[in-house]
């Protein structure tokens, strides 16, 4: 087992443990830890010697880039660093090679040991060594100096650094010891059958020597040797094997065949412990289909993805921690997501290892450059891809490669024209476009086990590929449904939708690879609003879709100047609220291979008592349940100011078969006789009733008559909460046409309230005053104007969007919360004391998603508060039964007060007087 191997670590040292769990050798010492350091900001430390230079000034952290807090350093300086490290260190075994490894480092780097060279490196993204043995000294002190430069070059591959740039060493570093000759490499090549090929390569000290190559896997499952003549040098191998009655790997059963393999002989044993997972992963048409889908192993997947940008706070793009690896990996899965596209970078070993055992699929992104894509460019891209895909080969997580991105470095001109689109002319030149066929295909040559995408496009300018992905970035159901309508009926073989330069489509299978609505709203983006309400949706419109067979939502995590994440950047939770509509509702439901598309807007206003009849799609990609009758369970209900009430319910059969999406019987609903939001909650469920998927969808009911309709005891006067008489708020607004209120800071807003005549019936025994409110959190945008940040090309490197300042900015509901009390007052008399714990908003605020004014902005979208009820105490009803009259004042403290009225919020009314 390769944790078994894993040697007692040193807690004190950051990352202590192996980096390469698929590639390890028990010999070896962790470098990382406290290095000395020296900025050499006029470029003079090699004319200078520094390599002999005892006395730099500042200590490092390794592995953490000089830019990240971690490091100690925590400057973003371009330039030049030196490294410096001495230890006393030796083989356990007299007679082996020693070698100083890297896990990356960035940008271009020379090495010493003991003021002698021994080797050079460019790039800043791939793993290399050097063989260190003939200059260093075993039981002697031994000096290693590490000399890098990062002058973010217009030909460098950076990727999307700007988050937090990885300056210098941002991997772990080690040494390690190996015999005179030893395996530099193996590929797997696995079959379903069991079948595995391997390409290996030995690198031999000595001359025509005689060796064995063993593998033992999967405790008895793999005991396979091989016989070896060693020459000097490089000696390639190929072998195969066979797994008798193989587990095949997949994101619900990620089975590992773990073990080692040796290289024996008389100069000692090489000893690898490493695994392989046996999976297919491929593409292929079903039934009448004329396009493909993904398969893995044989059967269609339908890919739940997320884009992972990788960066934390502390460490950038180094991980503080190994646990921090497992973790990530295990807050997608549970979120019931199967894949992931790691963004703009190759992701660090050990965090594929923990997708390889936790089963994540996993789509890896080659880093681009920011210049123009000149020889030298493509020269530093092409070295780095090669180093990306030589050593993540056996990763059974990694299904595809993706060469590019958005044509970043692909457009010639200046670096603000790689965002250039639309009906700007393009700068993806011709030549360039073959140059990018030339890597898809090289791609394929060197990796044909995987999908290779040319570049994953915003711009409609695929070249060849093996799917045909493509972005958006839109807010609005109207605007998804077009969309995903348009980019559907134009995919087919021979289409030129999405494809440049005259090339055209194949059969390719169809799939989304970024998509959200963090960019889909006019004046600066979304900010930090709500996002539940809208992914609900857009995933329905996506399962509508036979041809669709996969996304990629922005994103896993929010990231400095996109907050648009399932988690905050902390890994804390988000709160989407959809319990609210189905009980025990999770984003998990969204994600189920087998579902059931209610095909609908999130919301339709219809009038009471209306019946509605609504579509339904079974959407199955797994064959789980084919074969078998699944029962759908529905309940129409909705919340009559705090109680629940069900205005229908039913259950009906379905025989659950093949693949696809295909039609259920409509259903059929009979609305509420009164004012409000209904909600039809949906379940899916087997012959045993357990769970298998859960959806819903939202009417708001309406009466027609003017203070609505609500089955209450006695009569009710309905005031807009925009009616007020007076107020006192530092910062007074509306919002949603005058359907919400603010009031900012500590105030009060007043009422004058005038119930009807009394039809001389009897006195006033009860008053109820009914409203909904929540706190009010006090943005810099309330408080100074909102500020639109036209972003550029600095946005795609991580520049801060000062989100307060954003005027579509309203906080999803957060851990941190805004609470307020809201105290009613009637003639001066307190009616009643309520705590408003939060100022929230997601997918719970129906009212004020559905009443947006227009779909590229956000008024405070998802908002909503918590229904009040206070009675008049009956000292006062004598003189209102009078009167009829009074002043209602609803007061709070700082925290503010938010008022939401019939058309805002979750419950449909405004302020709300009932009287008997």
Not at 443 to 460: F, G, M, W, Y
Request: with cysteine.
């Amino acid at each position: 087992m390769v944790s078994s191997l894993l040697k007692s670590i040193d807690s004190a040292i950051p990352r202590p443990e192996y980096p390469r769990p698929d590639w390890q050798r028990a010999d070896w010492l962790n470098l990382n830890g406290a290095w000395q350091f020296q900025f050499d900001t006029a470029n003079e430390g090699r004319k200078g010697n520094w390599q002999d230079r005892t006395d730099f000034e500042e200590t490092i952290t390794v592995p953490f880039s000089w830019a990240s807090p971690l490091s100690g350093i925590g400057r973003d300086e371009k330039g030049i660093g030196w490294y410096r490290r001495s230890l006393n260190w030796s083989p356990a075994e007299a007679n082996s090679r020693l070698f100083l490894r890297f896990g990356a480092v960035d940008y271009a780097c020379e090495i010493w040991i003991n003021g002698v060279a021994a080797g050079s490196h460019r790039g800043g993204y791939g793993t290399f060594e050097f063989d260190i043995t003939n200059v260093w000294n075993c039981g002697q002190d031994n000096v290693i100096v590490v000399r890098v430069e990062d002058f973010d070059g217009d030909d460098q591959a950076r990727g999307k650094q700007g988050y937090g740039e990885i300056r210098g060493i941002w991997q772990p570093v080690w040494l390690e010891a190996r015999p005179q000759a030893y395996v530099a490499s193996a590929k797997f090549h696995t079959s379903m059958n069991g079948t595995v090929k391997v390409t290996a390569v030995i690198e031999s000290a000595l001359e025509d020597e005689a060796a064995h190559l063993h593998f033992h896997f999967g405790g008895t499952a793999v005991q396979h040797q091989l016989p070896l003549q060693l020459q000097a040098g490089r000696n390639e191998i190929e072998t195969s094997f066979t797994v008798e009655e193989p587990q095949l790997w997949s994101p619900e059963h990620p089975h590992l065949y773990e073990g080692e393999l040796l290289l024996t002989g008389e100069f000692g044993t090489d000893t690898i412990s490493t695994y392989f997972g046996i999976r297919e992963i491929g593409t292929a048409k079903l039934g009448e289909r004329d396009y493909r889908w993904i398969t893995l192993n044989g059967k269609p997947i339908y890919l739940n993805g997320t884009l992972d940008q990788s960066y934390h706070r502390t460490g950038y793009f180094t991980y503080p921690t190994d646990e921090e690896m497992h973790e990530d990996i295990y807050l997608m899965k549970r979120l019931g997501l199967n894949f992931v596209r790691i963004h703009i970078k190759p992701e660090e070993p050990r965090k594929l290892y923990w997708a390889d055992r936790l089963g994540l699929l996993v789509m890896e992104d080659m880093p681009c450059f920011w210049g123009n894509p000149d020889e030298t460019a493509r020269a530093a891209y092409e070295s780095e891809a090669a180093e990306t895909i030589h050593r993540d080969y056996n990763h059974p997580s990694i299904i595809a490669w993706v060469m590019f991105n958005e044509t970043w470095g692909l457009k010639t001109g200046s670096a603000a024209t790689a965002l250039t689109g639309g009906s700007q002319p393009s700068s993806f030149l011709p030549e360039t476009q073959e140059w990018v066929r030339q890597q898809y295909r090289w791609a394929k040559q060197l990796d044909p086990t995987r999908i290779v995408e040319d570049h994953s496009p915003c711009n409609n300018d695929h070249v060849e590929t093996d799917i045909n992905t493509w972005h958006f970035y839109m807010n609005g159901y109207e605007q998804v449904r077009t969309h995903l309508n348009e980019v559907v009926s134009q995919t087919f073989a021979g289409s030129s939708y999405n494809y440049i330069g005259g090339n055209t489509q194949s059969d390719a299978p169809l799939m989304n690879s970024e998509c959200g609505n963090v960019w889909g709203i006019d004046d600066g983006g979304a900010g930090d609003s709500d996002l539940a309400w809208h992914y609900r949706y857009m995933l329905n419109e996506f399962r509508r879709h036979d041809k669709l067979c996969g996304f990629v939502f922005t994103e896993f995590r929010d990231v400095t100047n996109e907050f648009n994440g399932y988690y905050r950047l902390d890994g804390t939770d988000k709160h989407f609220g959809y319990e609210a509509y189905v009980p025990d509702m999770t984003l998990r439901d969204l994600h189920t291979a087998d579902f059931v598309v209610i095909d609908a807007p999130p919301c339709q206003t219809v009038n009471a008592g209306d019946t509605v009849s609504l579509k339904l799609l079974r959407s199955s990609y797994s064959d789980q349940y084919h074969g078998q009758t699944l029962y759908i369970l529905w309940e129409l209900w909705h919340d009559r100011l705090g109680t629940r009430i069900t205005d229908g319910r039913g259950s009906f059969g379905v025989t659950w078969s093949d693949y696809g999406v295909s039609a259920l019987p409509d259903l059929c609903l009979s609305m509420p006789m009164e004012d409000a939001a209904a909600v039809l909650a949906l379940q899916l469920v087997d012959a045993k009733g357990n769970m298998i998927t859960r959806n819903f969808t939202t009417f708001d009911v309406r009466s027609g008559e003017k203070d609505g309709q609500y089955s209450l005891d006695g009569g009710w006067l309905s005031i807009p909460v925009a009616d007020y008489s007076d107020h006192s708020f530092n910062y007074e607004w509306k919002v949603l046409g005058g359907h919400k209120v603010n009031g900012g800071e500590a105030g009060k807003f007043v009422y004058e309230i005038v119930l009807p005549e009394s039809d001389g019936e009897g006195v006033l025994s009860e008053i109820e005053i009914m409203f909904e409110a929540s706190a009010k959190r006090m943005l810099a945008r309330n408080r100074e104007g909102a500020k639109i940040h036209q972003h550029g090309i600095e946005f795609m490197h991580g520049a801060n969007a000062n989100v307060e300042y954003n005027p579509n900015t309203y906080y999803m509901t957060d851990e941190e919360v805004q609470s307020s009390d809201v105290s009613v007052v009637i003639n001066g008399i307190t009616a009643g004391v309520f705590r408003l714990e939060d100022d929230p908003a997601d997918s719970r605020g129906m009212l004020s998603w559905h009443y947006q004014a227009t779909e590229r902005k956000l008024e405070e979208g998802g908002s909503y508060g918590y229904l009040c009820k206070a009675a008049v105490p009956s000292r006062l009803l004598a003189k209102l039964n009078e009167t009829r009259r009074f002043t209602l004042e609803l007061q709070s403290g700082d925290g503010g007060l938010a008022l939401y009225g019939r058309n805002a919020g979750r419950y449909p009314i405004d302020l709300l007087v009932r009287y008997r």
